[in-house]
């Protein structure tokens, strides 16, 4: 099993920068994907942002070029940086990981943190 713990979620004015934290621990064998998903008032969950265990990344369009993510394999920690925040980032957001649980296994689970809420200000 993995357990995920987010932290960096805060209120913000437009403009601004917050920088999200999701370390993972439990009981795996790797951590494969890393990705960062919100959830705005009224909408569906969306993927943010993705990454592999390689470093391979990929964003949705609204974001690009304001937010990076980033992990640290050693520390199975995944960081979402945030810059020019606009109200419409306004969400929950919520750390995803595909782990795979046994090295002589193919299997690999979806687990989900408990979100954090960014509120960015006009």
């Known amino acids: 099993q993995v357990q995920l713990v987010e932290s960096g979620g805060g209120l913000v004015q437009a403009g601004g920068s917050l920088r999200l934290s999701c370390a993972a621990s439990g009981s795996f064998f790797r951590i494969n994907v890393m990705d960062w998903y919100r959830q705005g008032p009224g909408n569906q969950r969306e993927l943010v942002a993705a990454?592999?265990?390689?470093?391979?990344?990929n964003y949705v369009d609204s974001v690009k070029g304001r937010f990076t993510i980033s992990r640290d394999n050693a520390k199975n920690t995944v960081y979402l940086q945030m810059n020019s925040l606009k109200p419409e980032d306004t969400a929950v957001y919520f750390c995803?990981?595909?782990?795979?649980?046994?090295?002589?296994?193919?299997?690999?689970?979806?687990?989900w943190g408990q979100g954090t809420q960014v509120t960015v200000t006009s």
């Open positions: 990454i592999t265990s390689g470093g391979d990344s």
């Open positions: 995803h990981a595909v782990a795979s649980l046994r090295p002589t296994s193919g299997i690999r689970y979806g687990y």
